[in-house]
């Protein structure tokens, strides 16, 4: 774990509006106001703000106003002009401006260098203009020199003085390139200062709302924190309890960890906060406190009342506890709100933070607590509220006698959330009332707990409550314990639970059928797993075993939809007419997983099956629209995820661009090992990156982490992570990984025995990969893979045609004829499908053949159109490759200058090469390449012996053949 150094997370919007609003040499002044609670990041915001400035030559200037008993007069502009002098001692030399010498009254280091005497105070009209034209002349003098960035943090504390000193500057600044960039707290004064209102009038000030963390976010901040991913639900509870403060988050996760409460061990966080108990972090008991001591004592009493309503509270629940009459209430929340305590949410109040709530709630004895847990509990029962509530009320008032009576109002409240599909809220009533039951807990509420459990991905929870229903009533119920081994197995698998958690429950169940081939056997005959992946010496072997035909057939004639949907394999090969047959069940059905499993199928097989991007968009809305419906976390991240690929492909960037976002803000409630984290973070980032340009090292790192994880948890995926492992290290510049990574992808496609679409996205990869690196030596391999029977007309990531692909590979092993003859078969393949992105590539790609082959028109007339459709489509790093072709040639473009070449010859010994085939000497190459003559010898010698020739000659010969001398 690391607490230092935790990257700015969730602030891209805030920091992209203020370094639009630096400057430039000429340009006129401009200012922004930070708005937000202590601890949100503003003054993080202005930090990263001040570094880009000063990589771009501004001069920086920050000071701050504190909180003072009594305020000094410009206490703000001495604390800056302080600052500023003391890192730029050269700003005193202004000091003896006698335009500038009157801030030598309210800046001690000023009144030294000019040698005057630093006065107290000033008084009258004309003395208090000069000081204010003095700061005026200063800033002008500096931003002659070069623009000006001013930072005045905490102005809720400026004084009088300081305020009307800032907006006389900014008055007077207007000519200048100068950014002035203030902070402020409005939670601290009641309300944003109503100086700031003619500071807005007067000068051209952008407001920028600083706000909390999404939970996505948080998510990502605490990762950076322990420095590995966590369970959804552990930042679920951190970004409640805090509400996305970031400062807040930081110091709660450490004082978490230093309490013992929250530890890592090889990789597994505990995910229930609430049982583990969170405490006030000592970091932010001075914050918290600041708040509460505004407050009057009566007020402060209403709040440690209303903080047993964790939801929040009305006014008529307060008067359910509170005697005190109504306007009295109403006038202790008005006192909490302008403090900052309170905050309105719908037609109530809620706590502005749960810590807050939690500082005043801990304050209570646990005899008052519960006290008033029960009073409430028997309340709001007699007022025939919301279920759930009362079931949280008796639920906390345990410790007195008679708290089972509210297991009847959590079943009533979990009935109600299973009915609207809110899985989350379902498995949180069932644990209250299978508390609340005790002893007398039945086994359809545990059964129902764990599915819930599951159903709301909290796959640990599930397999515990699992283990010790199974310990209740294996051997006392065998048939009904089967039928819900059946159902928490499948809703373990689809929440992403590791195979380690549920493929033991399989094979129990299975054993326990012995010779019976029944309706149960056949569905845990199903459910096996089918795959038998390992890792060996670094290369990926899946295996495949098909379930028993016996199975398949009883699952068909007696079982029911959800049991036909769990026999959809998502990546077994399926023709059109096949996949139309899904997607009528799809339309069919009623059973809510059934349904979403076979949409799932549908749209993947839409986009990577069959190419028909057009249709797969259609079909992952149709998968969202249902997901939400359903409340299927998965089902969306899904759809979203392959929206993100597929309206890349089609050359919808931005609608690309709007489902990858919505995908991530989702995916942070998934288990840390879900099969769509890869999905998301690796394949349409990857893809996405591979169209329009991306960050690779970063990507890189990501699928590092990948394939980490798949070695350790070896899942069918595992060729996928390959094949974005190797293209991501093709685009990577210098000596990498690459030969490592497409050497173990080829083993793995040449060693497993399946005919499922995960090869053949594998392979598509790979190619791509190979492309870019000029693989020569591997394309033989690869088009043998590629033309094998058990791969299909559309082989990639994205469904790319087999007829791209085959152009490709020949091109790579010098056949320009078949390449040029698959380029134009597979025009017609893109054109069709609707793949505008590929299509504009397959240009760049035979443009490259034609040119190197000489036939220079047509690659001059490809190039330019596939500029034209780069330009079009948004894809600036090809265009930017088109760029470079034109001007120095296909032949220098095509050529990638990190690629091995044929027969494995470096970088390096194909320039030697090269030059050699030219004519030149071993004396004349090593001065041009500034080597020692031994050492290209050496070289020359090496060379020789890959390419098993002993002559200048034959090495020139190869040279040209090769067309290694157009290097030259």
């Known amino acids: ?71 000094l007069p410009y206490g703000l502009f001495a604390d800056t002009f302080s600052q500023w002098a003391r890192e730029q001692p050269t700003l005193l030399n202004h000091a003896r401006n006698d335009m500038i010498r009157p801030l030598s009254r309210v800046v001690p280091a000023f009144a030294a260098a ?66 002035t960039v203030i902070t402020l707290r409005p939670d601290e004064t009641g309300g ?40 959804a639900s552990l930042a679920t509870a951190i970004h409640r309890e805090t509400g996305g403060n970031p400062f807040y988050v930081r110091q709660l996760f450490n004082h978490l960890v230093e309490e013992g409460k929250l530890a890592g061990r090889q ?32 007020t402060l009493g209403m709040l440690r009342i209303a903080a047993i309503f964790p939801e929040g509270f009305d006014l008529g629940r307060l008067q359910l506890l509170i005697s005190d009459s109504e306007e009295t209430i109403l006038d202790h929340i008005d006192e909490a709100m302008r403090a900052g305590v309170l905050v309105v949410r719908g037609d109530g109040y809620v706590f502005a933070h749960a810590l807050l709530r939690r500082a005043l709630y801990d304050e209570l004895n646990p005899d008052r607590r519960a006290i008033l847990h029960r009073r409430a509990a028997t309340r709001l029962a007699e007022l025939d509220a919301d279920p759930g509530e009362i079931a949280h009320q008796y639920h906390a008032s345990q410790r007195i006698p008679g708290a089972e009576i509210g297991e009847v109002f959590a079943l009533n409240a979990a009935e109600r959330a299973r009915a609207n599909y809110i899985s989350e809220h379902e498995a949180v009533f069932l644990r209250i009332a299978c508390d609340l039951a005790g002893d007398a807990v039945s086994d359809e509420m545990l059964r129902d707990l764990a599915l819930a459990q599951a159903a709301s991905l909290d796959v640990e929870a599930a397999d515990a409550t699992t283990r010790f229903l199974f310990s209740r009533c294996w051997e006392r119920r065998p048939s009904w314990t089967m039928s819900f081994l059946v159902a928490i197995v499948r809703r373990l698998r689809d929440a992403g639970a590791p195979a380690e958690m549920w493929q033991p429950l399989v094979e129990r169940g299975l054993e326990a059928c012995d010779d019976r081939r029944d309706l149960h056997w056949a569905r845990l005959e199903v459910l096996r797993q089918d795959w038998r992946c390992r890792w060996n010496d670094g290369t990926f072997e899946a295996i495949y075993h098909a379930p028993d035909p016996r199975a398949l057939d009883l699952v068909r004639q007696l079982g029911d939809e959800e049991d036909r949907a769990s026999a959809l394999d998502l990546y077994a090969p399926r023709s059109i007419e096949q996949t139309e047959q899904v997607q009528r069940w799809a339309a069919e059905w009623q059973n809510p997983a059934a349904i979403i499993r076979a949409r799932e199928v549908v749209t993947h097989d839409w986009i990577y099956r069959h190419g028909q991007l057009a249709l797969g968009v259609e079909t992952a809305h149709d998968l969202l629209r249902d997901a939400k419906c359903f409340g299927s976390l998965p089902g969306r991240i899904e759809a979203l995820t392959s929206l993100a690929i597929a309206e890349a492909s089609l050359g919808h960037l931005a609608s690309s661009d709007a489902a ?24 349409a980032v990857a893809w996405r990156a591979y169209l329009y340009g991306g960050d690779w ?51 793995s496609l040449e060693n497993t025995n399946s005919d499922r679409q995960l090869s053949d996205d594998a392979l598509g990869l790979g190619v ?12 033989r391999r690869f088009e043998a893979l590629v033309r094998a029977p058990k791969h299909g007309s559309t082989i990639g990531a994205a469904g790319e045609c087999r007829e791209f692909i085959l152009g490709r590979l020949a091109a790579l092993q010098d056949h320009t004829v078949a390449a040029r003859t698959h380029f134009a078969k597979a025009r017609g393949d893109l054109d069709r499908a609707g793949q505008v992105c590929l299509r504009a590539l397959v240009d760049l790609d035979e443009a490259t053949v034609a040119g190197t082959s000489g036939d220079k028109p047509s690659s001059r007339a490809l190039l330019q159109r596939g500029r034209e459709q780069f330009v079009a489509l948004g894809m600036r790093s090809w265009q930017e490759r088109v760029d470079r072709a034109r ?40 001065a041009e390449l500034r080597l020692s003559v031994p050492t290209v010898n050496r070289h020359i010698a090496n060379i020789y012996m890959k390419i098993g020739v002993s002559s200048r000659a034959a090495a020139t010969a190869y040279a040209m053949r090769h067309r290694l001398s157009m290097l030259q």
């Open 1 to 71: 774990m690391r607490d230092s150094g935790v990257p700015l997370i969730g602030r891209d919007q805030e920091s992209n509006r203020l370094r639009g609003l630096l400057p430039d040499k000429n340009g006129r002044a401009v200012g922004a106001v930070l708005v937000g609670e202590a601890g949100i990041g503003k003054s993080r915001l202005v930090e990263a703000l001040a570094q880009t400035a000063k990589q771009r030559g501004f001069c920086v200037a920050r000071g701050a106003a504190y909180e003072m008993a009594e305020p």
């Open 887 to 926: 001007i120095e040639g296909v032949e220098a473009e095509s050529r990638n200058l990190y690629a091995r070449g044929p027969d494995d010859l470096s970088p390096r010994e194909m320039e030697i090469l090269s030059k050699l085939a030219a004519g030149s000497r071993s004396k004349a190459i090593a």
């Open 267 to 298: 990789g597994q966080w505990p995910a229930d906060l609430v049982n583990n108990g969170i405490g006030i972090p000592a970091g932010l008991r001075p914050l918290l406190s600041r708040r509460f001591a505004r407050l009057s004592g009566p």
């Open 660 to 683: 990858l976002r919505d995908a991530r803000a989702l995916a942070v409630r998934l288990g840390p090992w879900h099969r769509l984290h890869l999905a998301l973070e690796l394949s």
């Open 192 to 231: 944003e200062p109503l100086e700031l209102n003619a500071l807005m009038r007067e000068s051209e000030l952008h407001r920028i709302a600083v706000r909390s963390l999404e939970p996505a976010d948080t998510m990502r901040m605490l990762e950076s924190l322990a420095d590995e991913r966590l369970p």
């Open 697 to 747: 090292p970063a990507i890189g790192r990501v699928a590092s982490r990948a394939l980490q994880i798949v070695k350790d948890h070896p899942v069918r995926l595992g060729q996928i992570v390959l094949g974005f492992a190797a293209l991501t290290e093709a685009f990577l510049p210098g000596e990498n990984e690459y030969d490592v990574r497409i050497e173990a992808l080829l083993r």
């Open 114 to 179: 000019a040698d005057l005497p630093t006065l107290k105070g000033l008084s009258g009209p004309d003395e208090r203009f000069r000081l204010f034209e003095s700061a005026v002349h200063l800033l002008h003098a500096v931003a002659v020199e070069s623009p000006l960035l001013l930072v005045l943090e905490d102005l809720h504390w400026a004084d009088r003085e300081s305020w009307s000193m800032l907006l006389h500057c900014l008055r007077s600044t207007r000519s200048l390139p100068l950014l």
């Open 768 to 779: 791509c990969a190979a492309w870019q690196r000029e693989d020569v030596k591997r394309a």
